[in-house]
């Protein structure tokens, strides 16, 4: 089987991150590349070059790469359009599609939880790539990691 790419694409304080972590436990530590993307908007194009060699060095050297981030469509779109045709039909793109008040409730729970003003600045509403996203909503991370764990069977062996 080729290897994997798995973009976890959503608002801070989604789960994006949580998912990732369960996924690399119940996938394998060594045969997983994570690359997560800084919520911060500074050096972004920096940060688009970064992300897109790590990916590309993930899939010459792992079974899976997931890529964990905001990663806004207006700054990454291009970026991530691409990695996904280089990957073919061994990529799932997934879109957290979770409320912003739901957003807030998860943000409560965090140890060091974000600024609300800051967090509702970071806010982009429905920011699919395509409508082809698998949109995740209303769930845990469980139910979540369980969906993608499914979805990756379901990808074509070649």
């Known amino acids: 089987m080729d290897p ?3 973009v976890l694409r959503g608002n801070a304080v989604t789960g994006k991150t949580s998912v990732a972590s369960s996924l690399q436990e119940r996938l394998g530590t060594t045969d997983i590349m994570l690359v997560q ?4 908007e ?3 194009d920096t940060q688009i070059q970064m992300v897109q060699k790590l990916v590309n060095y993930g899939k010459k050297h792992f079974h899976y790469v997931i890529l964990d981030g905001v ?4 700054s990454y779109g291009e970026m991530l359009n691409e990695l996904i045709e280089d990957f073919g039909s061994q990529q799932l793109v997934y879109y ?6 739901q957003t807030v409730k998860y ?3 965090k140890i060091q939880p974000h600024d609300i003003v800051k967090l509702k ?6 920011d699919l790539l395509s409508q082809e996203d698998i949109k995740l909503e209303n769930g845990g991370i469980e139910q979540y990691s369980n969906q993608i764990i499914d979805d990756i069977n379901d990808l074509p062996l070649f």
Do not use: A, C
Request: without cysteine; charged residues 30%; negative net charge.
């Open 4 to 6: 994997v790419l798995i």
């Open 37 to 40: 993307q800084d919520i911060t």
């Open 42 to 44: 500074e050096h972004v």
């Open 71 to 74: 990663l806004p469509k207006d």
């Open 96 to 101: 957290f599609n979770d409320s912003f008040e």
């Open 107 to 109: 943000n409560e729970q």
């Open 121 to 126: 600045s970071w806010w982009i509403d429905s």
